[in-house]
């Protein structure tokens, strides 16, 4: 068809013998054209719509937006710091912009440069412009010193959000945070938030079916509310401050922590817990501390998975047993080449 009538995209068009040809493309109802343009990749669709005047019109519409170097085509390393900062505020601008008013489903921002060069005010306006009625999905990798705004959840903003991820910022949810119903996923790495806010959070998102935490530092006590019914799976690691986990969630079926100390653990609500995986990489006495105690902390365990370094082999005979494990992993690691065990 290209070669007959032309570039099939509007507004373009192919040489054959000297003279350009324009060709309007198919017939096709716009909401069609929208959902073509919506399943290239977004660098492509980015180019699509600087030739097209359909889908320049379908991208100020387009629903999932990766802003990062790599989709930007800023990766090269021959860009200056300064320079490609420069270009990804500006070109992030410019896209958030045209989306003002219109909605973001999905939404990923990397600030993978220096963020010295980036004004914190321009952030602010483009979470203000992204993060509105209808949002499902945002994973934010920003910078240490920030504070996410946690008003931008408020009101119905957060009701249709499905996913959060959030790294290397601050969190302080209060309790004027909005409720978010539909939130399911919820991933914190290296975020700045203390137990009575992670509390506050969790407590407005019921609907919560998978929590991960990852070296949240200021993180002592971690409490789960039985109000958590349809939370499924939790993973805690390298929060290295952690003393307690407790949990009253009922549905709790999945659960690991990575620690460098045995940490103490309170699941008698959550029994139905059937798969743990444990890494405790700072504690000599660790397999007799999971033998003696965790018998009775999950008595449904079908699942066990332990990793343990510089173990001392020291087995008790208990009374207390794991009744209904169906598949036993351990790994021992040394951190002394000569009490390392044999292949």
Request: hydrophobic share 40%; charged share 20%.
């Amino acid at each position: 068809m290209a070669k007959r009538k032309g570039t099939l995209l509007q507004g373009g068009g192919s040489s054959q013998g000297g003279k350009r040809l324009r060709y309007s493309g198919p017939d096709l109802p716009e909401d069609i054209w929208r959902h073509i343009h919506f399943l290239m990749p977004l660098r492509d669709s980015a180019r699509a719509a600087c030739i097209s005047q359909a889908f320049l019109r379908s991208w100020r519409h387009h629903p999932n937006l990766i802003l990062r170097k790599k989709t930007m085509g800023l990766e090269h390393k021959a860009y200056r710091r300064v320079g490609m900062a420069r270009d990804f505020t500006s070109t992030v601008h410019s896209i958030l912009k045209n989306h003002s008013g219109i909605g973001v489903k999905r939404l990923k921002l990397d600030i993978i440069y220096d963020h010295r060069n980036l004004n914190i005010c321009y952030l602010n306006n483009w979470l203000q412009i992204a993060i509105i009625p209808g949002i499902e999905e945002i994973t934010l990798l920003l910078p240490s010193k920030y504070t996410f705004p946690c008003s931008l959840l408020s009101g119905g903003n957060g009701r249709s959000l499905q996913y959060l991820k959030l790294v290397r910022c601050a969190f302080r949810p209060t309790a004027s945070l909005g409720f978010l119903s539909s939130l399911t996923k919820l991933h914190l790495c290296e975020v700045r938030i203390k137990d009575d806010e992670l509390t506050c959070l969790i407590s407005k998102s019921l609907a919560l079916k998978q929590l991960e935490l990852l070296n949240c530092r200021q993180i002592i006590c971690l409490k789960i509310p039985c109000l958590l019914e349809q939370l499924s799976c939790l993973n805690v690691s390298l929060c290295e401050n952690l003393q307690m986990i407790e949990s009253k969630a009922p549905n709790l079926s999945t659960f690991s922590y990575i620690s460098n100390l045995v940490v103490e653990l309170s699941l008698k609500q959550s029994s139905q817990v059937k798969t743990l995986d444990i890494d405790c990489y700072d504690e000599s006495n660790f397999l007799c501390h999971v033998i003696t105690k965790f018998p009775n902390i999950v008595p449904n365990l079908e699942t066990l998975t332990l990793h343990s370094i510089d173990e001392r082999i020291n087995t008790p005979m208990v009374a207390s047993k794991f009744l209904h494990v169906k598949h036993l992993e351990i790994y021992f690691e040394s951190l002394d080449p000569d009490k390392a065990f044999p292949p």
